[in-house]
């Protein structure tokens, strides 16, 4: 059974920053792209990035609201993904979701991270 | 900044069938931005059901079909079971970024 399980969600303030990370366990992710996706509390699914595999460079993509913030790393040899973010703000208040690529289809559970003073 | 653009609500008849749209601001929507649908119930985490198009996952049910229809991806439920309400979201890619649509809430009375 795949199983993709995100953890380092918390309460943080505006400014600090924040390591997520996802485990995942029956897939290697080592040939597949990964991605962030959030959700904020009511409010409709929004993608963070992607990494490519190694063997494709490994290179990293970011959408717009997050770009220059965060950084999406991969650990191939522990099967883990990460998502540092720094410089966090109020808006940054969401679940966070850690998927395969389009063709593997995996989602996590999420990891909530809130940004509030 | 590119915008998908879903139907915010539709509503749907058990055993019926219904058609979801997904546009972008861009133009036509093509097979090159390789079309996702996502289903996502209450409380609960998103669940693939298409990709590239017309694509199934393995638990992806047969009465749930995608297409490009007029310059835009579809999703069509054909026999819709009450299990169906749920939101449903569209992915599309562009290049080197992604976006999702709104969001379609599905209600079947």
């Known amino acids: 059974e795949v199983q993709l399980v995100e953890s380092g969600g918390g309460l943080v303030k505006p400014g600090e920053s924040l390591r997520l990370s996802c485990a995942a366990s029956?897939?290697?992710?080592?040939?597949?792209?990964m991605n962030w996706v959030r959700q904020a509390p009511g409010k409709g699914l929004e993608w963070v990035g992607r990494i490519k595999t190694n063997a494709e460079g490994g290179a990293a993509d970011y959408g717009a609201p997050v770009k220059g913030r965060v950084t999406i790393s991969r650990d191939d040899s522990k099967n883990m993904l990460y998502l540092q973010m720094t410089s966090l703000k109020t808006e940054d208040t969401a679940l966070y979701y850690c998927t395969t690529g389009s063709y593997e289809g995996y989602w996590g559970q999420g990891t909530l991270v809130t940004v509030s003073s | 900044q590119t915008v998908v653009t879903q139907e915010p609500s539709l509503t749907v008849s058990p055993g019926g069938t219904v058609t979801l749209t997904c546009a972008s601001s861009t133009g036509a929507v093509t097979s090159s931005n390789y079309p996702n649908w996502l289903q996502q119930k209450p409380g609960q985490a998103p669940r693939a059901l298409i990709y590239s198009t017309s694509n199934k996952h393995s638990w992806t049910p047969a009465r749930f079909s995608g297409s490009l229809l007029g310059g835009k991806a579809a999703l069509t439920l054909s026999g819709v079971q009450p299990e169906d309400e749920a939101d449903y979201y569209c992915?599309?890619?562009?290049?080197?970024?992604?976006?999702f649509g709104g969001g379609t809430k599905l209600t079947v009375l």
């Open positions: 029956g897939f290697t992710i080592s040939n597949a792209w």
């Open positions: 992915l599309l890619h562009y290049g080197y970024s992604q976006v």
